[in-house]
């Protein structure tokens, strides 16, 4: 039983130094993410908001399989499943919150955030994108009263100019800052396996040397004895 709890709570090993990092990196961000979804869906059951605890409990399914496609080598798919699910359940849960004005709205950093370690550019441009539109969304439909909250009249459409001049710019931000530390522990991975690498040769020619000089010595005993 342990031994199968340490299989699935160990990071998948690749040979590959950049794809161990992203995979350690993409299943801790999982299981932190599966840990935290899962105490805020009890606490938004206690509190009686249901559709918003099963909103979150889907998301806890969706990361799950995500986690399960990491473990398997998809890497990428999984990265992407984690932030777009994100994103998704914020959206979803300020639609049937107070909207624009909810303190969820405070994910969508993360989202960015976790887009910006996990993804690629592509990836990235995507989520941002999805993420500006989801802000404007839910501005819209606050404006025309699909959802009502008591802060309504004070929504506009130029809320959606101002959110996606934030957003854009903590993009950018995120993403040269993001940029920066992968390289630097990436590079710093490959400089341990060099000289990883580099010790294991020189203990290995090391061991070489010791060899011949053990059947030099034996050949110098057998040629006395032999005298």
Same mark, same amino acid.
Request: proline share 2%.
């Given at each position: ?60 399914? *969706? ?30 849960? *300020? ?22 370690? *996990? ?109």
């Amino acid at each position: 039983m342990y031994e199968r709890i340490s299989y699935w709570l160990t990071p998948p090993k690749f040979e590959d130094a950049d794809r161990q990092w992203y995979a350690r990196v993409t299943q801790s961000l999982s299981l932190t993410l599966l840990v935290a979804a899962i105490v805020a869906a009890m606490v938004t059951f206690f509190r009686g908001e249901d559709r918003g605890g099963v909103i979150i409990l889907c998301g806890v399914l *969706l990361i799950l399989g995500a986690y399960i496609l990491n473990r398997r080598g998809n890497i990428r798919l999984a990265s992407f499943i984690v932030v777009f699910v994100l994103l998704f359940v914020t959206t979803m849960l *300020l639609a049937v919150g107070n909207g624009i004005h909810d303190l969820v709205i405070m994910l969508y950093p993360v989202v960015l955030i976790l887009a910006s370690v *996990l993804l690629d550019r592509q990836g990235f441009s995507i989520i941002v994108s999805l993420t500006v539109i989801s802000t404007a969304l839910i501005v819209v439909l606050e404006v025309n009263q699909v959802i009502v909250t008591p802060l309504s009249a004070t929504t506009d459409y130029g809320d959606i100019v101002i959110l996606a001049i934030i957003l854009v710019i903590t993009a950018i931000t995120l993403r040269f800052l993001a940029d920066n530390l992968k390289e630097s522990l990436l590079r710093a991975q490959r400089n341990e396996r060099a000289v990883s690498e580099a010790n294991k040769r020189l203990q290995e020619e090391g061991n070489e040397r010791a060899r011949r000089m053990r059947r030099v010595q034996l050949q110098q005993a057998a040629l006395v004895e032999l005298a």
